[in-house]
């Protein structure tokens, strides 16, 4: 069977191969060819071990047509050229109630998650201010704290949650910086490793509101500076004021309206951290080309999508969030799915046919 490893995991530069059996779920969901969720998983915890070396990926008990060597297989990504982390990581937005609103029905199950991405090897966790609004951090410290050495906790501000399905930016200089003094306390950290602009907001101007975050970097409360939703112009206005290390926008591989920056970030060694990098609520609008060429590599297309989006580029930084351990567990083992060039060849074919 191709493109069956098992995932290697770490919370280090290197991923440690895992050997602990998955729970059983509560219902399991056919993904192709009479396939479970879980069965896939499954098989490929039994097919063999990926080990991921410097820039190649050699799976090990496997087909040799699955070995690819390339610099966008590394598993590792150093934001900012001194903080590594996995480049598969999770998004917190979903642990929180129905539209990204208060608390989830179980809260418990929301922790699980949370711990369960962190036995998975995730060392990257993207939440913000607005998620919940302050749910998603809270969670995060309930389930994680004290937190395992080389756990990188992103968080965002400047994006407010009035209520559900509702967004409105605040880019206020005071309003930020009471943003990220109250995102230390929920996530009792001294120190935010990566925070990001959630939104400029239009009716202030760009350099006051980093301003402020450039004024809380200097006092040593956050360690590195991303944005969200940007284009290369703002991007370069940005870094004028601060160093800019990430931008998230959404992007996933029926969505690719934000290639341009993704570009720049390739070329400025910038780390994209694409938000929605499956759909979001709505899922991947795929064609019938990419279901079936899911099949032909025995996997989902959930899978082929996010493993795509690491091979598409080395600064892409994945971050599928989910509230079942399940479908972690699913999205997670998508960094071990590895295809020969010509194989992904045929998928870059299919994708700019979608």
Same mark, same amino acid.
């Given at each position: 069977?191709r ?17 602990d ?37 050699t ?9 690819i ?15 590594p ?18 608390w +989830?029905?179980?809260r =418990?199950? @929301? *922790? $699980?998650? !949370? ?9 990257? %966790? ?12 809270l969670?995060?410290?309930?389930a ?41 306390k ?45 284009? +290369?112009?703002?991007? =370069?206005? @940005? *870094? $004028?004021? !601060? ?9 996933? %591989? ?47 297309v959930v ?6 989006l ?36 045929k998928?870059?074919?299919?994708v700019?046919?979608?």
């Amino acid at each position: 069977m191709r493109a069956l490893a098992l995932l290697a995991v770490s919370n280090e530069r290197a991923w440690r191969v895992m050997s602990d059996k998955f729970p059983r779920p509560v219902q399991e969901e056919r993904v192709d060819n009479g396939l479970t969720r879980r069965r896939f998983i499954g098989m490929t915890l039994a097919g063999g071990a990926t080990l991921f070396t410097g820039g190649s990926a050699t799976l090990l008990g496997g087909a040799s047509s699955s070995t690819i060597t390339s610099p966008g297989i590394s598993p590792v990504w150093q934001l900012g050229g001194d903080l590594p982390v996995n480049r598969l990581g999770f998004g917190a937005m979903r642990i929180t109630g129905d539209g990204i609103w208060g608390w +989830p029905a179980d809260r =418990e199950n @929301a *922790r $699980k998650v !949370l711990r369960r991405a962190v036995e998975l090897g995730v060392n990257l %966790i993207d939440t913000a201010d607005a998620y919940g609004p302050e749910v998603s951090e809270l969670l995060i410290a309930e389930a994680l704290h004290p937190y395992p050495k080389g756990l990188v906790i992103a968080t965002k501000g400047g994006l407010t949650r009035p209520g559900p399905g509702q967004w409105v930016p605040d880019g206020r200089p005071e309003y930020l910086k009471g943003c990220v003094e109250k995102s230390l306390k929920r996530l009792r950290l001294e120190r935010i490793e990566l925070y990001q602009l959630h939104r400029i907001d239009p009716k202030v101007p760009m350099e006051e509101s980093l301003g402020a975050l450039k004024e809380m970097q200097d006092s040593g409360k956050i360690r590195h500076l991303g944005l969200s939703e940007v284009a +290369p112009e703002e991007i =370069e206005r @940005a *870094r $004028k004021i !601060l160093p800019i290390v990430s931008i998230q926008n959404q992007y996933n %591989i029926a969505n690719p309206r934000w290639a341009k920056t993704l570009v720049y970030c390739e070329k400025e060694g910038l780390g994209f951290m694409p938000w929605s990098p499956i759909g979001g609520n709505r899922g991947l609008q795929h064609g019938d080309a990419l279901e079936a060429a899911a099949k032909d590599y025995h996997t989902s297309v959930v899978q082929l999508a996010l493993a795509w989006l690491l091979h598409r580029s080395p600064v892409m930084l994945p971050i599928p969030g989910t509230s079942s351990v399940a479908h972690l567990e699913e999205n997670v083992a998508a960094a071990a799915l590895t295809l020969t060039p010509a194989e992904w060849e045929k998928i870059d074919a299919l994708v700019d046919q979608v």
